[in-house]
């Protein structure tokens, strides 16, 4: 099962669908970085099917893309835990924050040449978060 990103040119005199870029099973959310060269797309996968289920997945994907021409080109994929349900960028583009909802913690990565690198930076969170934002 795959699903895609649908780019939408807004600034054209009638907006419309550009492209459509296979990402991965149910994404869930995805962030624009702020210059607008990145988008980071969650990828739950199967990770949140129960795991009786024959198809359940003990992980995830966050997936990095990068802007080509008018449209986006998957360029990484890195493991994360279940249930993703949010990512941030900073307000400097420096960093990404991913959300994993099952494991209570945040996974921080570092931007750098346009790539994602795992700090192994985990910021543990009380409860079962399932939405994230950075403040500029």
């Known amino acids: ?4 990103l649908t780019v939408v040119d807004l600034k054209a005199e009638r907006p419309h669908t550009t492209d459509v870029v296979p990402i991965g099973a149910i994404p869930e959310s995805i962030e624009v970085s702020p210059d607008g060269s990145l988008v980071a797309a969650v990828v739950m996968g199967s ?10 997945k003990d992980d995830a994907e966050v997936v990095l893309l990068e ?3 008018d449209s986006y080109e998957v360029v990484q994929r890195e493991r994360i835990k279940r249930i ?4 941030a960028f900073t307000a ?3 960093y990404l924050v991913v959300q994993c909802h099952k ?19 985990r910021i ?4 079962y978060a ?4 950075a403040a500029p």
């Open 47 to 56: 990770s949140n099917y129960d795991e009786s289920n024959p198809l359940y």
């Open 130 to 133: 399932s939405s994230l934002r």
């Open 67 to 69: 802007r080509m021409d």
């Open 84 to 87: 993703p349900e949010g990512v």
């Open 92 to 94: 400097d583009g420096k």
């Open 124 to 127: 543990k969170v009380p409860g």
């Open 1 to 4: 099962n795959i699903d895609a």
């Open 103 to 121: 494991a209570k913690e945040l996974f921080v990565f570092e931007v750098i040449d346009q790539r994602l690198v795992d700090t192994g930076e």
